[in-house]
């Protein structure tokens, strides 16, 4: 059976080599990479809500984004 959209599980493990990986780096770095990867997430969840929502102000979007990344999917 093949993983459906839903199927969330495979996201939570960290394969080994990257856990590898990121365990070598300062811990600066894996700050900096966690920083990056949230501030990726923002950006493209307000642009996905913005276009899905045409309808929705700036302030409503920002307010869904916050939601939805404070774990509130709705």
């Not at 080599?17 to 900096?32: I, M, N, Q, S, W």
């Amino acid at each position: 059976m093949t993983a459906g959209l839903t199927d969330l599980a495979g996201i939570e493990v960290v394969h080994p080599a990257v856990a590898r990986a990121l365990r070598a780096k300062p811990g600066v770095e894996r700050l900096r990479l966690a920083h990056e990867a949230w501030e990726l997430a923002h950006a493209r969840l307000t642009t996905f809500l913005a276009s899905a929502h045409p309808e929705w102000h700036a302030a409503r979007v920002r307010l869904e984004v916050a939601r939805r990344l404070l774990r509130d999917s709705g």
